[in-house]
Nanobody
Framework: QVQLVESGGGLVQAGGSLRLSCSASGSIFSINAMGWYRQAPGKQREFVAT???????NYADSVKGRFTISRDNAKTTVYLQMNSLKPEDTAVYYC???????????????WGPGTQVTVSS
């Protein structure tokens, strides 16, 4: 059984900052890429950022220069530092991870339950 749990969401004023965390636990052999998506009310879930096991990062254009994704040394926790937040960043933020649960086969993608981020104007 594998679980991803996010934390760090909340209410912040425009221009403020929040730091999201997501930890993976359970029967994990290794973790490949980890990332963040978000879903605003009435909209589809969209990509925010991703980081590989080697540390390479990729960002959506809408968050470049404002958000930073990182991982801990054990590579089981991913962070999203969000600065200069805007009302349009309001959404439920979901983390995901591509996890090998055995030494063979392809990784499986797991998702956390999400954490609400609300940015007031």
């Amino acid at each position: 059984q594998v679980q991803l749990v996010e934390s760090g969401g909340g209410l912040v004023q425009a221009g403020g900052s929040l730091r999201l965390s997501c930890s993976a636990s359970g029967s994990i052999f290794s973790i490949n890429a980890m990332g963040w998506y978000r879903q605003a009310p009435g909209k589809q879930r969209e990509f925010v950022a991703t980081i590989t096991s080697g540390g390479s990062t990729n960002y959506a254009d809408s968050v470049k220069g404002r958000f930073t994704i990182s991982r801990d040394n054990a590579k089981t926790t991913v962070y999203l530092q969000m600065n200069s937040l805007k009302p349009e960043d309001t959404a439920v933020y979901y983390c995901n991870a591509d996890i090998y649960i055995t030494t063979r086969g392809s990784p499986l993608r797991y998702w956390g339950p999400g954490t609400q981020v609300t940015v007031s104007s």
